[in-house]
C-alpha cells in the first residue's frame, strides 16, 4: 500500500473509531520517508487518546526543529500543566530567528513566573502579526496571570474565532470565564477545547471542578471516571473523585481513591489530609491523625490543616497532645484564627471559660476558614452559656444554625421527608400496625433493646454506661435496622404499610437482614445487643412488630432541655438534623415525635419499655442503671457506673456528646433551659402537655 494511502487509511480508521487500527497503519507509514507533519500529529493525538503519553512525547522528540511539531508539543504541554516536560522541550529545540523564538521565550517566562515579560514578547509579535494566534494565546495567559481578566478574554476569544480548532485557547477562554463566574459559559469553553482534542485530561479535570462547585457530585464522578479510564494514576482526578466520593457518603470508594492519589504523588499534602478528614467520619480518628501528621510535615505552615489535627485531638480528648500543638502552630503564626479558635475550645474542655471567651471575643470570624465559621458561633453560644452570657449565647446558637441552612447539603436536604415518614408511621399505628402474626419458633429479638427517646436525651451517656457491662454490645448510631426499613420500603404498599402483606417467610427474610447488619459487631461473649439511635422513636412500632420480644429503653428528659440542647448542636445536616436549625420547628419535631410514641404506647400494649430520666441517671446513677440491668435480665456490674473508663476503651465517641460525656457526670445540664424561658414562651402550649405527661 502506498505511503498515501496509509494515511488516508489512518484517518478512516479513526473516524470510524478503530483507533488501534489507525495507530498500526501511521506507526507503518512513518518508517517510510519522507514522513509527512500530518502522520505525525495525527499519530501523537491517537496515542494520547489511548492513554499513551510517555510514547507521544518519545514520538515526537526528535522533531524538536520541525515547527509545527516544536508548536504542538509546546502547547500540549503548557496545556497539560507539564512544566518542567514544556520547559526542557523549549529549552532544547533550536532557534530559527523568526516570530517563533519570541513566542517559544514568552512561554519560557511565564513558566517562570514573569508574566509580564511574557506579555511584552507577545506584543511584539502581534505587532508584526497582528493574527497570530500564538502570540495571542499565550497574551491571554499572561494578561489573566496578572489580574487583567477582561482584556485575556478579549484576546482568548479572537484566538478561537481565527483558529476554532486551536483547543488550548479555548481551554484559556474557560478558565477565564470561570473566574468571572460565568460558569456555564466555562462549561461551553471546556467543552469545546475536549471536543477538539478528546485526550485534553486537564479540559476534563475543569468541567469537573466546575460541576463540583454547583454541587454535582455525581457529575463530577462520572468526568472524573473519564479521565481515569485514560490515565489511571492522574493524581488530582483521584483526589478530586475521591472528595465526590466523600461528599456522596460512599466512603470506601473516596478512600481507594485517597490511596491512588497518595501513591500516584506522595509529596502532596492535600490527600493525606482529606483521607485524615474522612477516616475521621469513618470513627478512625486514631489512624486519621497519622494521616495528619503526614500532610503537616510537607506543609508545616498550612494553619487550617493543624486546626484539623488539633481538632481531631480534642476530639479523642488527647487534650495534652492539641495543646502541644496549638502551641508549635501558634509559634510559626501567632494571629493564625483556625488556631486561636482550637486553642479556645480547648480552655473550654478545660473550664477555663473567662479565658475561652477572651480568645473567641478576639478572632475576626471573616478571617476563620470557611469551614469553621459555623463552628465558631456554636462553640461561641457553648462558652457564652458557661459563664450565664444566655443572651449572646443564644445569638451566637441562632447565627450558626442560620449558617448551617445556607449550606449545600441543606440546600439539597429534604425539609419533608421526616415529617411524612412520621404521618405514614402514625397512620398505620393507628390501624393497630398490621403485619404477619409471628410464630413462637421464629426469632422474637429477646436479646435485642433498642435505645430510642429524642436526640439530646441522655441516650448517649446511658449507652456508654451500659457498654462498661462484659455481655453487652452497644451499637452506637448505625444504619442497621435503616436497611430493613429500606428494603421493605422497595415492596408494594412501602414502609411501613408493606408489612400487612408479608408473608412469614418475607418477615424471616428482613430479620435475618437485620441480624446480618449487627452480626460483624457482635462476640460471643455478647449476650444482649444494645442498638441505640434515638430518632428511631418513629420506627418503634416498626421494630415491635420485627422483633416482639425486642426490649425498648426510652430516655426522657425535660422537653425544654431537650429542645434547647438540640437548637444548640452544630448538627451534619440531613433530614432530621435540619428541623433543629430554628426553635420553631425543633418545638414542632419534637412534638411531632412524642405524639408518635405516645400513640404507639397505646395502640401497642405488649411493647417492652423501660423509661430511664437523665436528670435522675446523673444524680442517681447506679441505682438508674441497677434497675435498667434488672429489665435486661443482666446481673450487676461493677464500674458500669464509671463511664470514663469505657470511654477510654471506645475509639471515638460518634454524637455531639463525646466532650460532655467523657467529663465526670455533671448538673448543668439540668433544667438549663430556665435561663432562656423568655424564648420558650410562645411554645409552651405546645410542650406543656408533654411536660406533664412526663410528670415535670
Same mark, same amino acid.
Given at each position: 500500500m502506498s505511503e498515501d494511502k496509509l494515511l488516508t487509511l489512518a484517518q478512516s480508521l479513526v473516524a470510524s473509531g478503530d483507533l488501534t487500527g489507525a495507530e498500526d497503519a501511521l506507526a507503518a507509514r512513518i518508517k517510510i520517508h519522507p514522513i509527512p507533519v500530518d502522520a505525525l500529529l495525527l499519530l501523537a493525538e491517537i496515542r494520547l487518546r489511548l492513554g499513551k503519553t510517555e510514547d507521544t512525547l518519545a514520538l515526537l522528540a526528535p522533531y524538536g526543529s520541525h515547527r509545527h511539531c516544536a508548536d504542538w508539543v509546546r502547547e500540549y504541554?503548557?496545556?497539560?500543566?507539564?512544566?518542567?516536560?514544556?520547559?526542557?522541550?523549549?529549552?532544547?529545540?533550536?532557534?530559527?530567528?523568526?516570530?517563533?523564538?519570541?513566542?517559544?521565550?514568552? @512561554?519560557?517566562?511565564?513558566?517562570?513566573?514573569?508574566?509580564?515579560?511574557?506579555?511584552?514578547?507577545?506584543?511584539?509579535?502581534?505587532?508584526?502579526?497582528?493574527?497570530?494566534?500564538?502570540?495571542?494565546?499565550?497574551?491571554?495567559?499572561?494578561?489573566?496571570?496578572?489580574?487583567?481578566?477582561?482584556?485575556?478574554?478579549?484576546?482568548?476569544?479572537? @484566538?478561537?474565532?481565527?483558529?476554532?480548532?486551536?483547543?488550548?485557547?479555548?481551554?484559556?477562554?474557560?478558565?477565564?470565564?470561570?473566574?468571572?463566574?460565568?460558569?456555564?459559559?466555562?462549561?461551553?469553553?471546556?467543552?469545546?477545547?475536549?471536543?477538539?482534542?478528546?485526550?485534553?485530561?486537564?479540559?476534563?479535570?475543569?468541567?469537573?471542578?466546575?460541576?463540583?462547585?454547583?454541587?454535582?457530585?455525581?457529575?463530577?464522578?462520572?468526568?472524573?471516571?473519564?479521565?481515569?479510564?485514560?490515565?489511571?494514576?492522574?493524581a488530582e482526578a483521584l483526589l478530586n473523585i475521591g472528595i465526590c466520593h466523600h461528599i456522596l457518603r460512599e466512603f470506601e470508594p473516596a478512600k481507594s481513591a485517597f490511596?491512588?492519589?497518595?501513591?500516584?504523588?506522595?509529596?502532596?499534602?492535600?490527600?493525606?489530609?482529606?483521607?485524615?478528614?474522612?477516616?475521621?467520619?469513618?470513627?478512625?480518628?486514631?489512624?486519621?491523625?497519622d494521616f495528619y501528621r503526614r500532610a503537616l510535615l510537607l506543609a508545616p505552615r498550612d494553619g487550617d490543616l493543624r486546626a484539623e489535627l488539633i481538632s481531631t485531638l480534642e476530639l479523642l480528648s488527647e487534650l495534652d497532645e492539641a495543646e502541644k500543638t496549638v502551641t508549635e502552630g501558634l509559634a510559626l503564626n501567632p494571629q493564625d484564627a483556625g488556631i486561636l479558635f482550637e486553642s479556645a475550645k480547648l480552655h473550654r474542655r478545660r473550664r477555663n471559660h473567662e479565658q475561652a471567651w477572651q480568645i473567641l471575643n478576639a478572632i475576626k470570624p471573616e478571617r476563620l476558614p470557611p469551614r469553621l465559621l459555623q463552628s465558631y458561633y456554636y462553640e461561641r453560644g457553648t462558652t457564652a452559656d458557661r459563664i450565664d452570657r444566655n443572651d449572646e449565647a443564644f445569638a451566637a446558637y441562632a447565627k450558626g444554625n442560620e449558617l448551617a441552612l445556607t449550606s449545600i447539603r441543606a440546600r439539597n436536604t429534604d425539609q419533608t421527608a421526616l415529617p411524612r415518614q412520621i404521618e405514614r408511621m402514625k397512620n398505620w399505628v393507628e390501624r393497630g400496625a398490621p403485619a404477619a402474626v409471628i410464630g413462637p419458633d421464629e426469632d422474637l429479638g429477646a436479646d435485642l433493646c433498642f435505645l430510642i427517646g429524642f436526640p439530646r436525651s441522655g441516650t448517649t451517656l446511658l449507652d456508654v454506661m451500659l457498654d462498661g457491662h462484659d455481655q453487652v454490645?452497644?451499637?452506637?448510631?448505625?444504619?442497621?435496622?435503616?436497611?430493613?426499613?429500606?428494603?421493605?420500603?422497595?415492596?408494594?404498599?412501602?414502609?411501613?404499610?408493606?408489612?400487612?402483606?408479608?408473608?412469614?417467610?418475607?418477615?424471616?427474610?428482613?430479620?435475618?437482614?437485620?441480624?446480618?447488619?449487627?452480626?460483624?459487631?457482635?462476640?460471643?461473649?455478647?449476650?444482649?445487643?444494645?442498638?441505640?439511635?434515638?430518632?428511631?422513636?418513629?420506627?418503634?412500632?416498626?421494630?415491635?412488630?420485627?422483633?416482639?420480644?425486642?426490649?425498648?429503653?426510652?430516655?426522657?428528659r425535660h422537653p425544654c432541655d431537650v429542645v434547647l440542647s438540640n437548637f444548640m448542636q452544630h448538627?451534619?445536616?440531613?433530614?432530621?438534623?435540619?428541623?433543629?436549625?430554628?426553635?420553631?420547628?425543633?418545638?414542632?419535631?419534637?412534638?411531632?415525635?412524642?405524639?408518635?410514641?405516645?400513640?404507639?404506647?397505646?395502640?401497642?400494649?405488649?411493647?417492652?419499655?423501660?423509661?430511664?430520666r437523665y436528670e435522675s441517671l446523673i444524680t442517681d446513677t447506679a441505682g438508674i442503671l441497677r434497675d435498667a440491668c434488672a429489665f435486661l435480665d443482666l446481673p450487676w456490674q461493677e464500674g458500669m457506673d464509671r463511664h470514663q473508663d469505657t470511654i477510654a476503651q471506645r475509639t471515638q465517641i460518634k454524637t455531639n456528646s463525646y466532650?460532655?460525656?467523657?467529663?465526670?457526670?455533671?448538673?448543668?445540664?439540668?433544667?438549663?433551659?430556665?435561663?432562656?424561658?423568655?424564648?420558650?414562651?410562645?411554645?409552651?402550649?405546645?410542650?406543656?402537655?408533654?411536660?406533664?405527661?412526663?410528670?415535670?
Open positions: 504541554t503548557i496545556g497539560e500543566r507539564m512544566n518542567a516536560q514544556a520547559t526542557s522541550w523549549l529549552n532544547g529545540i533550536p532557534k530559527s530567528g523568526s516570530v517563533d523564538d519570541l513566542i517559544d521565550q514568552a @512561554a519560557l517566562l511565564q513558566l517562570s513566573g514573569d508574566a509580564r515579560s511574557a506579555a511584552a514578547l507577545c506584543r511584539k509579535v502581534l505587532d508584526l502579526q497582528p493574527d497570530n494566534v500564538f502570540a495571542l494565546n499565550h497574551l491571554g495567559r499572561a494578561l489573566f496571570n496578572t489580574g487583567m481578566a477582561a482584556e485575556a478574554r478579549q484576546v482568548f476569544e479572537k @484566538a478561537t474565532h481565527l483558529a476554532p480548532s486551536y483547543s488550548q485557547a479555548w481551554h484559556n477562554l474557560g478558565h477565564v470565564l470561570r473566574a468571572q463566574n460565568d460558569l456555564k459559559g466555562a462549561i461551553a469553553a471546556y467543552g469545546k477545547a475536549l471536543a477538539i482534542a478528546p485526550y485534553y485530561q486537564s479540559a476534563m479535570l475543569n468541567i469537573a471542578l466546575l460541576k463540583m462547585g454547583q454541587g454535582d457530585n455525581a457529575g463530577a464522578v462520572a468526568q472524573l471516571s473519564g479521565l481515569l479510564e485514560l490515565n489511571p494514576t492522574h490511596e491512588k492519589s497518595i501513591a500516584a504523588d506522595p509529596a502532596q499534602p492535600r490527600a493525606l489530609r482529606h483521607m485524615g478528614g474522612l477516616l475521621r467520619e469513618m470513627q478512625d480518628s486514631r489512624v486519621a491523625i454490645l452497644t451499637l452506637e448510631e448505625k444504619p442497621t435496622i435503616e436497611h430493613v426499613a429500606f428494603a421493605l420500603d422497595r415492596l408494594p404498599g412501602h414502609y411501613p404499610d408493606a408489612m400487612a402483606s408479608l408473608t412469614v417467610a418475607q418477615l424471616s427474610e428482613l430479620r435475618l437482614l437485620y441480624r446480618s447488619k449487627i452480626a460483624g459487631y457482635r462476640k460471643p461473649e455478647h449476650t444482649l445487643v444494645i442498638d441505640k439511635m434515638p430518632i428511631r422513636t418513629v420506627n418503634a412500632a416498626f421494630i415491635h412488630r420485627l422483633f416482639p420480644e425486642a426490649r425498648f429503653i426510652f430516655a426522657e448538627y451534619a445536616i440531613n433530614e432530621a438534623m435540619i428541623h433543629f436549625t430554628r426553635l420553631e420547628t425543633a418545638v414542632d419535631m419534637y412534638d411531632s415525635v412524642m405524639r408518635l410514641w405516645a400513640l404507639t404506647e397505646q395502640e401497642l400494649p405488649g411493647i417492652h419499655v423501660q423509661r430511664v466532650h460532655q460525656v467523657a467529663e465526670p457526670v455533671y448538673l448543668r445540664s439540668k433544667f438549663r433551659w430556665l435561663n432562656y424561658r423568655s424564648h420558650f414562651e410562645p411554645y409552651m402550649k405546645i410542650l406543656q402537655p408533654h411536660i406533664d405527661r412526663m410528670g415535670y
